[in-house]
C-alpha cells in the first residue's frame, strides 16, 4: 500500500464514523429544542408528542393529562451546550438543566428533561421514566 494513501485512508474513516455520530447530536438537539418550544409556547399536547411513553405515563399520576401537567413542571430548558449520544441513548446539556433521550424506531425522543445533578447521586428530574 501507498504510505501517501494511509492519512487519507484515516481521514475518510474518521468522517464517515464522525458523520454519524454527528447526525445523531444534531438530531437529539432538534428534539430538545422542539420539546422546550412547546413548553415555552405553552403548547403541552406537542410537547407530551416529543416524549418517550414511559415519560408520559410518569406525567399521568394523580389523574391529570400529560398537556397539562407537562406545562406545570419546572423546566427552564436553554441553549445547548453539549451533547453526547452512545448508540440509543443520547444526554443534551442545557445552560439550565440537563435532558436524557432515546432514539426510537421514529426517532429521538424525551425519556426525563429538567434533570439537575445531584453529585454522586442520580439526576432529579421533573419528567421522568
Known amino acids: 500500500m501507498n ?3 494511509v492519512p487519507v485512508i484515516a481521514l475518510a474513516l474518521t468522517l464517515g ?3 454519524c455520530a454527528t447526525e445523531g447530536k ?3 438537539e432538534r428534539t430538545v429544542e422542539r420539546f422546550y418550544t412547546a413548553v415555552r409556547d405553552h403548547d403541552g399536547q406537542r410537547a407530551c408528542t416529543l416524549l ?3 415519560a ?3 406525567l399521568r399520576t394523580g389523574g391529570e393529562v400529560c398537556a397539562k401537567a407537562v406545562l406545570g413542571l419546572d423546566l427552564p430548558g436553554g441553549q445547548v451546550r453539549e451533547t453526547a449520544v452512545w448508540g ?4 443534551v446539556r442545557l445552560t439550565h438543566d440537563t ?4 432514539r426510537f424506531p421514529l426517532g429521538w425522543l424525551v425519556r426525563a428533561a429538567g434533570c439537575r445533578s445531584r453529585g454522586d447521586l442520580p439526576y432529579s428530574c421533573e419528567v421522568k421514566t
Do not use: K, Y
Open 99 to 102: 435532558v436524557f433521550l432515546h
Open 56 to 58: 408520559v405515563e410518569g
Open 26 to 28: 444534531s438530531a437529539a
Open 3 to 5: 504510505v501517501r494513501a
Open 17 to 19: 464514523l464522525s458523520g
Open 88 to 91: 440509543d441513548e443520547a444526554q
Open 52 to 54: 418517550a411513553p414511559e
